[in-house]
């Protein structure tokens, strides 16, 4: 079963294709966009896995193709990437033209990394991109950020380019490790908690049914975070208010990623550390009911993701918030729930209260 959700952008409007199998969907795509060839940009470990599946969809379109790959993870997304990923696409012959279209496939670097490409290479070019993890389904495919990490920090290189569609596969998911699965998950907790209550209820029942990859069940489960994320993005395409809220549990959950160094815990699961803290702090400040922060706590525990962090330092986590790109005037910024499903912006938190609620 396909599901489709609109991205209705006024100036671009596109669809996001969710389903098993909907990679196939690509050649009548590249047909509908008249695309004079293709470039894919994939991680080598997902092209490896999943590269002969997309390499038949092309083989369908008879136009002209190449495939570009780099190592597998976070530490790819830098600049010596990009310029070997340029080096690449310049060399593709026949040459790339403004009709190219570029194809992400891949987790979120990909994704991050192939949209800066094609938004960079000839001043922009069109893009498509074919998610392959739970986070990058139901976070990064959604917005049009792309980018790269400098060493001077995470995503801090990068421009706003709206793909002309997104396939997601969920049968690409079979192939994904449950911590990656659960990675993910803290993406669509975090969700729920700050706009859709029933979604909280939905991972609680249909938990087992996720980690079979049940295909219904995650089809179902990627349409609904699209949505929500889609909802928000749209509203407020270039950040400032409403898109805030997505940072709820990421105020914290840098900092303790930051801390952790970025190859020990996952984004995911930084970020569900992150939502308790905040669960917690929401709670000492009186916003919400201890029923609501245990039942998200006791949610995140099942969906396999970390809800206690040992052995932080609080002042240095203070620190490291403070230093946020996303931090104001001095003033660190925290997206608290008022009740599950809704949230509002805080910037009076303090270094007492945050050293009250580490966990
Ligand atoms: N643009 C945005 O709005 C946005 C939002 C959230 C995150 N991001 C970015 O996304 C990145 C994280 O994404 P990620 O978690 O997908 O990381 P990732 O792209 O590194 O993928 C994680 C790992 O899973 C492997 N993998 C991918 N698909 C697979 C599959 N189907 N089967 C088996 N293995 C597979 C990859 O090879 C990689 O080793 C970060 O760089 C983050 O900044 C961007
Ligand atoms: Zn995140």
């Known amino acids: 079963m396909k599901l489709t959700v609109p991205i209705n952008l006024p100036h671009a409007p596109y ?19 008249r695309a004079s060839s293709v470039v894919v940009i994939a991680d080598e470990r997902v092209d490896a896995l999943h590269g002969g599946a997309l390499r038949d969809v092309l083989s369908r379109t008879k136009l002209a193709s190449a495939v570009l790959t780099f190592p597998a993870g976070e530490a790819s997304k830098n600049l010596a990437t990009y310029g070997r990923l340029l080096d690449g696409l310049f060399d593709v012959r026949p040459a790339v033209d403004r009709r190219t279209v570029i194809v992400t496939f891949g987790g979120g670097v990909a994704g991050d990394m192939g949209g800066f490409v094609a938004a960079s290479a000839l001043r ?86 996720i980690f079979a ?10 349409a609904r975070n699209v949505r929500i994320k889609a909802r928000v993005v749209l509203a407020d395409e270039r950040e400032a208010n409403i898109r805030e809220i997505l940072n709820f549990g990421h105020t914290v959950g840098h900092a303790v990623e930051v801390m952790g160094g970025y190859d020990k815990l996952l984004h995911g699961e930084a970020v569900a550390i992150g939502m308790v803290m905040a669960l917690r702090l929401a709670r000492r400040r009186g916003l919400i009911d201890d029923a609501s922060r ?15 962090c040992d052995n932080i330092d609080a ?41 009250e609620t580490i966990i």
């Open 124 to 209: 922009g070019l069109r893009f498509i991109q074919c998610p392959t993890t739970l986070l990058a389904d139901v976070d990064a495919s959604v917005g049009g950020k792309t980018g790269l990490d400098h060493k001077a920090g995470k995503n801090l290189i990068g421009a706003f380019h709206q793909p002309s569609g997104v396939l997601i596969d969920t049968a690409m998911l079979k192939t994904l490790d449950d911590r990656q699965l659960s990675n993910g998950l803290a993406e669509c907790v975090k969700h729920g908690v700050i706009r859709d209550e029933s979604l909280l209820t939905h991972l609680e029942s249909a938990r087992d049914a």
């Open 294 to 308: 245990t039942r998200v706590e006791d949610l995140l525990a099942r969906l396999n993701l970390p809800t206690r």
């Open 15 to 33: 669809d996001v294709q969710i389903g098993a199998g909907v990679l196939g969907c690509l050649a009548d795509l590249l047909e509908t966009m």
């Open 315 to 355: 002042d240095r986590l203070w620190e490291i918030m403070l230093h946020d790109k996303k931090a104001r005037g001095g003033k660190v910024r925290m997206i608290l729930p008022l009740r599950l499903g809704e949230v509002a912006v805080f910037d009076d938190v303090t270094s007492a209260e945050i050293a």
């Open 213 to 222: 990859r049940d295909e219904a069940t995650l089809g179902d489960l990627v």
